[in-house]
């Protein structure tokens, strides 16, 4: 799909006033993250990890009946950190390993459920957000559409579906239930967002996962990818 010089001026405009603007081997959830870094981190298909980091490698620890989790976790962990928890997050000690079974490095993304009075919010009144700060989340806190971090929609947001308009510039991702987050949408590079928060480019030559957010796939890359299953597919010729 070919985007007029305005379009693309626009988008990226409105993607750069709410994103981190910075070198990154991957993004997840509006954070910059390194392949190197010793926690492990979720993504949507068992192909993503590798291709994100060739350092690492998925394992699927944690999965559910109904779900799996794939983990993307360092190949071998470094010597400063040199235990493995069950995820594959590396720590110091087995201790830590131990108690940390399922750390991620994506922990700080979240604004704080019952946030401090120094925290860039407002209280809901009567249910409502002002105007300014329209995005309201499950305890009632009102914040803007530039937010950078992930803010927890109230629930209502996940079943009715009626969110996603109220910021355009942020990106929301359904689950089987739950407070589910809003999140600053991917670069103009890399406009396909799995259903863990990473950001991919449309011509990235795996399946990307997207169970739940089927609508992302030819939402972002029109054209170029396509359903099949939970999976997003690159269309071949």
Same mark, same amino acid.
Not at 100 to 118: E, G, K, L, Q, R
């Given at each position: 799909?070919k985007?007029s010089?305005?379009?693309l001026?626009?988008?990226? +405009?409105?993607?750069s006033?709410?994103?981190?603007a910075q ?16 926690l ?5 298909s ?9 350092n690492?490698?998925v394992?699927?620890e944690?999965?559910g ?17 040199p235990f ?9 000690s087995?201790?830590?390993a ?6 991620y ?6 604004v ?7 925290f860039?919010?407002v ?39 009626n969110c996603?308009?109220?910021c355009?510039?942020?990106?929301? +991702?359904?689950?089987m239930g ?5 999140i600053?949408n ?11 928060g ?8 795996i399946a990307i ?9 030819e939402?972002?890359?029109?054209n170029?990818?396509?359903?099949a ?5 690159? +269309?071949?010729?």
């Amino acid at each position: 799909m070919k985007l007029s010089p305005i379009i693309l001026c626009s988008i990226t +405009l409105l993607w750069s006033s709410n994103t981190i603007a910075q070198d990154c081997d991957f993004i997840q959830y509006n954070q910059c993250y390194s392949c190197d870094d010793p926690l492990a981190f979720e993504v949507g298909s068992s192909e993503s990890c590798t291709y994100l980091c060739p350092n690492r490698t998925v394992n699927i620890e944690g999965s559910g009946s109904a779900w799996t989790a794939y983990n993307c976790a360092l190949k071998e962990c470094p010597k400063d950190r040199p235990f493995a928890a069950q995820n594959g997050s590396c720590f110091a000690s087995p201790e830590e390993a131990e108690n940390n079974s399922f750390a991620y490095n994506t922990d700080n993304t979240y604004v704080p459920d019952f946030p401090d009075n120094n925290f860039d919010h407002v209280m809901a009144n009567n249910g409502k957000c002002p105007d300014d700060k329209p995005l309201k989340n499950w305890d009632d806190g009102c914040y803007s559409c530039n937010e950078k971090l992930i803010v927890r929609l109230d629930t209502d947001c996940n079943f009715e579906k009626n969110c996603e308009d109220i910021c355009p510039n942020r990106t929301v +991702l359904y689950a089987m239930g739950g407070n589910i987050p809003s999140i600053p949408n991917c670069p103009p590079d890399k406009p396909l967002m799995d259903r863990e928060g990473i950001c991919y480019p449309c011509d990235a030559p795996i399946a990307i996962g997207l169970r739940l957010n089927e609508r992302l796939c030819e939402q972002a890359c029109p054209n170029q990818r396509v359903m099949a299953g939970v999976y997003c597919h690159l +269309l071949t010729e």
